[in-house]
DNA sequence: TAGTTATTTTAGCATTTCCTAATTCACCTG
DNA sequence: CAGGTGAATTAGGAAATGCTAAAATAACTA
């Protein structure tokens, strides 16, 4: 008689630290207290409680002074949480009227209230999205997620033909000064040239030519399209 | 400068004693800290300590061994988190496939998660619903309810004609068998006979007779539709 | 009315999650 | 390589919520 439990239910907050901890861990390895703590608006001793607690269930691995690492277990956690979370913005702005500035919020409290089946049933009843209202992927049922292989704008060659796939951020007001300069997953654009020091970018679209800071141009995800 | 701040955010927990408090002193005056105990599935100290915490913050009154009422303040709140749940719960039925026999659930965890914008969203989507999948009065966003004059089908008269309008309960068994018989709000009833020694009603629907056993008759609440 | 019973409350703890203050550690610089 | 600096951890606590066991109270019954 095997008894099939999936993994026991996590609470909230474990549920932000290890979402917290995938997005910091997903460039290099270990995932800083001190990033956490900020990611999390919390206090480093408390992220050094947790860490603790965490490494004990066997969700991430802790190495002392240098951070943490989801182990399998807590990546799957992780991935699930995220697929909820970009499930419900693509469901709230598709269904529901939200913009793609307001939604994070809201989908960040009801990710941890909604079942499977709840999710299951909104990602059918949308056809199954692959990408959340910023572009970034959503992970499959099964924790499977897609790897882009995108230049920031903030790093695309001179010349460079772009479609612009993702927007790393989910600060409604870039968002909004963002989607009014016509800068949305999707759009196709040239890099015309860049201001020396850190200088802005100018690109140009179809609906003219933009200057786009350091700041905004590092969150622009591109996907090189030949020529 | 008047600070309009609403009332401060509840805890899940102390949303879910509101709710229960209010459904248990629907009825009569008082709720008894052992119904308190019962409906949410805790031990009665855990009541008492709550109900402590809930008069201090002026959300109840507690008369000590004798139970505790909603103040206005706890009432208004309580009634929020039932419009809440009713949204919901037709929400999910109307919109996502949901039975009404599995959407309590689902609407039970979610009612805590949810924005207001959200809900009333959901609401005006739905065309602004006034009656929950099992007939319950959803209160307006002022906080208003309806109160329905019924009679349950347990102490309805022999020969009355009736109009089913609001089944009481949310277990999922119990309403399965419920809407397998055809007795869903809305249905016309008559009522033909009724066992003595608290023995079951007999009702003729268009569909045919049933006969219903006195702890689902109580369940079923009736409008007395002339003649 | 006195005793029994059922309900309610108090006492004393455990857990989760957060905090501030103090300490420890790793690493870099002179 | 000795300090110094900044990051991380430990110490000690608070608040919310739950528990069991014991005490207090109300209510019923004989």
């Not at 020091?197 to 200057?211: A, K, M």
Request: hydrophobic share 40%; glycine share 8%; aromatic share 4%.
């Amino acid at each position: 008689m095997h008894a099939v439990l999936g993994e026991p239910p996590l609470t909230r907050s474990v549920e932000d630290y290890l979402k917290a901890i995938y997005h910091l861990s997903s460039q290099g390895g270990f995932a800083a207290t001190s990033d956490i703590a900020a990611s999390l608006e919390v206090s480093a001793p408390s992220v050094s409680g947790m860490v603790k607690r965490l490494s004990e269930t066997g969700l991430i691995e802790h190495v002392p002074y240098r951070g943490v690492q989801l182990t399998a277990q807590g990546r799957r956690a992780a991935l699930k949480m995220i697929r909820r979370h970009r499930v419900l913005e693509v469901y709230l702005t598709q269904t529901l009227g939200y913009d793609w500035d307001g939604v994070h919020e809201e989908a960040d409290r009801l990710e941890h209230a909604v079942s499977d089946t709840l999710i299951e049933r909104m990602a059918h009843a949308l056809g199954d999205p692959r990408y959340d209202p910023h572009g970034a992927p959503i992970p499959t049922v099964e924790g499977e997620i897609e790897e882009a292989d995108l230049v920031s704008l903030a790093d695309a060659k001179i010349g460079a033909s772009l479609e612009l796939r993702q927007v790393g951020t989910e600060d409604p007001a870039r968002l909004r000064y963002l989607a009014e300069q016509g800068l949305v997953p999707g759009v196709s654009l040239r890099v015309t040239e860049r201001q020396p020091f850190n200088g802005p970018t100018l690109v140009s679209l179809e609906r003219g030519t933009r200057i786009v800071g350091r700041e905004l141009a590092q969150l622009l995800w591109c996907r090189v399209s030949g020529s």
